[in-house]
C-alpha cells in the first residue's frame, strides 16, 4: 500500500545534540512538508520541498535543517540551535499538479528533550 | 500572506445532535482551495472534506457538509448525527491555487477546535 512513513515514532534529544527524524513515501509525490504540532498551536509549517534538490523555509525554519536527495525522503535535522524542539512533528505529501488533492500526512514523531 | 483562524479552542455536542465548528481566514486571492481536517487521540491527520473557492456549492461528504461564504471568508463545519468516533481535533487549512514566489504550496492551518461528544 501506498503512504508515508516516519520514523521514530518517539524521540529524545539531549542537550546540544542534533537529531534526523526520517520520511520516507512511496506515492511518487513530488512535495514533501515538514510541519510542527504544539499543544494550542495547530500545526507551523518549518519546510516544504517541490522538487529533489530544492526546498524552501516555512515559518519556523530556525534551528531546523532539510535534505531532499531522493524524490521519496525528507528528512529533518532538529539541531542544537533549536532551543525548544519538544513538539510533535508531522511529515506530509502530496502532487504538484492537482491542488485541490489533500495532504497524506505521516503517523509523526513525538520529540521530546532529557 | 493568509491566514486561518478557528474561534473556538473547544466545543461540545450530544450524541446524534448538530455541531458546528467556525473557520474564517483572510486572504486576497481570488481561488483557493479550503480543508477540514480531522485529528483524533491516534494523531493520524484525516481528511474530512474538502471545498473549492470556484465553486458554489457546498461541499458535502456524508454527516459532513460545510457553509462556504466566500464574501465572508468563513468556512463552518457542520457535523450531523454526532458519533463518539467524532471526538477529536478538527482542523481548518487553507491553500493557494496559484503558484508564485514564497510558499503557495504550503497548506496554511488554523489553531484547531477540540470536539467532545458526550453520550
Not at chain 1, 42 to 56: E, K
Not at chain 2, 5 to 24: D, F, R, Y
Request: glycine share 6%; aromatic share 12%.
Amino acid at each position: 500500500d501506498g503512504g508515508i512513513t516516519q520514523s521514530p515514532k518517539y524521540l529524545f534529544r539531549k542537550e546540544g545534540q542534533n537529531v534526523t527524524l526520517s520520511c520516507e513515501q512511496n506515492l511518487n509525490h513530488d512535495a514533501m512538508y515538514w510541519y510542527r504540532q504544539d499543544p494550542g498551536q495547530g500545526l507551523r509549517l518549518i519546510y516544504y520541498s517541490q522538487i529533489v534538490n530544492d526546498f524552501q523555509k516555512g515559518d519556523i525554519a530556525e534551528g531546523y535543517s532539510v535534505s531532499r536527495e531522493k524524490k521519496e525522503s525528507f528528512p529533518l535535522t532538529v539541531t542544537s540551535a533549536q532551543k525548544n524542539p519538544t513538539a510533535f512533528y508531522l511529515c506530509a505529501s502530496s502532487r504538484t499538479d492537482r491542488r485541490n488533492e489533500k495532504l497524506f500526512f505521516g503517523s509523526g514523531t513525538q520529540l521530546s528533550v532529557l | 500572506a493568509q491566514t486561518v483562524t478557528q474561534s473556538q479552542p473547544e466545543m461540545s455536542v450530544q450524541e446524534a445532535e448538530t455541531v458546528t465548528l467556525s473557520c474564517t481566514y483572510d486572504t486576497s486571492e481570488s481561488d483557493y482551495y479550503l480543508f477540514w481536517y480531522k485529528q483524533p487521540p491516534s494523531r493520524q491527520m484525516i481528511l474530512v472534506i474538502r471545498q473549492e473557492a470556484y465553486k458554489q456549492q457546498n461541499a458535502t461528504e456524508n454527516r459532513f457538509s460545510v457553509n462556504f461564504q466566500k464574501a465572508a471568508k468563513s468556512f463552518s463545519l457542520k457535523i450531523s448525527d454526532s458519533q463518539l468516533g467524532d471526538a477529536a481535533m478538527y482542523f481548518c487549512a487553507y491553500r493557494s491555487s496559484f503558484i508564485t514566489q514564497g510558499g503557495s504550496e504550503k497548506l496554511v492551518f488554523g489553531k484547531g477546535t477540540k470536539l467532545t461528544v458526550n453520550p
